[in-house]
Nanobody, 124 residues
Framework: QVQLVESGGGLVQPGGSLRLSCAAPGFTLEDYGIGWFRQAPGKEREGVAC????????YYLTSVKGRFTISRDNAKNKVYLQMNSLSPEDTAVYYC?????????????????WGKGTLVTVSS
């Protein structure tokens, strides 16, 4: 069973930054495409960013392009989501996820494993 563990969420003021981390004890993240999704209250879960495993292709939700960056640290077996210039519209629970293959996807229906999520609240 794949276990994905998110951390780094919290309360931040508009314009601030946070870095989310995804760890996977016993599972080698570099072998798989890894994505970040988010779900705000009353809204559907949406793909925010993802990174493939083989050719390092990326996907970003249009509204986060230029503000969010997904990256890997294979030595630490972690995937990060650096979030800058945060706005209240970014408030959501953020999930680390994988389709258990090499590919990058922003489609929640293609995901096989989910973390439990970490809450990001952007508010003054």
């Amino acid at each position: 069973q794949v276990q994905l563990v998110e951390s780094g969420g919290g309360l931040v003021q508009p314009g601030g930054s946070l870095r989310l981390s995804c760890a996977a004890p016993g599972f080698t993240l570099e072998d798989y495409g890894i994505g970040w999704f988010r779900q705000a209250p009353g809204k559907e879960r949406e793909g925010v960013a993802c990174i493939s495993s083989t050719i390092n292709s990326f996907y970003y939700l249009t509204s986060v392009k230029g503000r969010f960056t997904i990256s890997r640290d294979n030595a630490k077996n972690k995937v990060y989501l650096q979030m800058n210039s945060l706005s209240p519209e970014d408030t959501a629970v953020y999930y680390c996820a994988t389709g258990a293959n090499h590919y990058c996807t922003g489609d929640a229906s293609a995901i096989s494993y989910w973390g439990k999520g970490t809450l990001v609240t952007v508010s003054s």
